[in-house]
């Protein structure tokens, strides 16, 4: 079993830039996919990201790829969601998952453990 903290939302105005970090409990971090996620008000949550079990191999939504990074450091259980190029669009509470067998990588279900989110706000 695995504990996840994000951390690092906050208020940005559109084009700024913020690094989620979510710290995962447990010494079998390097065993799991780990997965971003968020929903924004009134919208159903959607897939962000993800990354494999050693970092080399990352995933993105159309909608942040080129401007989203996902990357992880095994040694510390922490993975990292740097944000770059921030829209309004962006608005959303953002949730890391965890799992250890993940079938479609965006797919929500797939993950067993999740954090308890952090906001993040882009104005415009």
């Known amino acids: 079993q695995v504990q996840l903290v994000e951390s690092g939302g906050g208020w940005v105005q559109a084009g700024g830039s913020l690094r989620l970090s979510c710290a995962a409990s447990?010494?079998?971090?390097?065993?799991?996919?780990m997965g971003w996620f968020r929903q924004a008000p009134g919208k159903e949550r959607e897939f962000v990201a993800a990354?494999?079990?050693?970092?080399?191999?990352?995933y993105y939504s159309a909608s942040v790829k080129g401007r989203f990074t996902n990357s992880r450091d095994n040694t510390k259980n922490t993975v990292y969601l740097q944000m770059n190029s921030l829209k309004p669009e962006d608005t959303a509470v953002y949730y890391c998952?965890?799992?250890?067998?993940?079938?479609?990588?965006?797919?929500?279900?797939?993950?067993?453990?999740w954090g308890q989110g952090t906001q993040v706000t882009v104005s415009s």
């Open positions: 998952a965890a799992d250890i067998s993940v079938v479609v990588i965006s797919r929500e279900r797939d993950y067993d453990y």
């Open positions: 447990g010494r079998t971090f390097s065993t799991y996919v």
């Open positions: 990354i494999s079990l050693s970092g080399c191999t990352t």
